[in-house]
């Protein structure tokens, strides 16, 4: 089945701009989602098919993919961000569809 | 707007069996696929179940497949996963998660999750 690889922890001044990688084998050919999770909270979309934000989402958070590496990029990075961060892709062809990286721990320094 | 309301959570041995309930407002529930994903203590979020929104295909991950079922009844707005042989390792919060599709299948509302913790 498809996997996909984060990295497990990323920091940031705040005010900075923060990247976090997705890697999967042609990912660029994907429709790549993006979540947020704060601690004790359920996640929540923050990125559908790969650049496009959902409604109340602040367009600090933008998203890209190509190759073999999707990215999530926040800028000017605020306190509140702080979060883990999870990509996903729907892997139709596959009786087991469902993946998602394993997080990336943001940490606002 | 939206919500999510899973229940039917708890403590419960190994072996033994558990069912949750969803109760969907806000939206068509009819007309959408829907799913549960969970996550163990401290660990990721995994994708568990998918059923599509009439109910006639469904599909799992490999770890929960011939012991957990998810269904729908569309007359109630609710979503179920019955859990049979309960493991260990299915201590998790399980999410009722609302699906969407644009190019790909993303989940666009979450509930607040029910906590099923397996010990004896």
């Known amino acids: 089945s498809y996997v996909l690889t984060q990295s497990p922890s990323v920091s940031v001044a705040p005010g900075q701009t923060a990247r976090i990688t997705c890697g999967g084998n042609?990912?660029?050919?994907?429709?790549v989602h993006w979540y947020l999770q704060k601690p004790g909270q359920a996640p929540v979309l923050v990125v559908y098919?790969?650049?496009h934000r959902p409604s109340g989402i602040p367009d600090r958070f933008s998203g890209s993919n190509s190759g073999n590496t999707a990215t999530l990029t926040i800028s000017r990075v605020e306190a509140g961000d702080e979060a883990d961060y999870y990509c996903?892709?729907?892997?139709?062809?596959?009786?087991?569809?469902?993946?998602f990286g394993g997080g990336t721990k943001v940490t606002v320094l | 707007q939206v919500q999510l309301v899973e229940s039917g959570g708890g403590v419960v041995q190994p072996g033994r069996s558990l069912r949750l309930a969803c109760a969907a407002s806000?939206?068509?529930?009819?007309?959408?696929?829907m799913h549960w994903v969970r996550q163990a203590p401290g660990k990721g979020l995994e994708w568990v179940a998918i059923?599509?929104?009439?109910?006639?295909?469904?599909k799992y991950v490999d770890s929960v497949e011939g012991r957990f079922t998810i269904s729908r009844d569309n007359s109630k707005n609710t979503l179920y996963l019955e859990m049979n042989s309960l493991r260990v390792e299915d201590t998790a919060v399980y999410y009722c998660?609302?699906?969407?599709w644009g190019t790909g299948l993303y989940f666009d509302h979450w509930g607040q999750g029910t906590r099923v913790t397996v010990s004896s």
């Open positions: 059923i599509s929104y009439d109910g006639r295909s469904k």
């Open positions: 998660v609302k699906g969407n």
């Open positions: 098919d790969d650049s």
């Open positions: 996903q892709v729907w892997d139709s062809s596959s009786a087991h569809p469902g993946v």
């Open positions: 042609n990912i660029g050919s994907e429709s």
């Open positions: 806000g939206f068509t529930f009819s007309s959408y696929g």
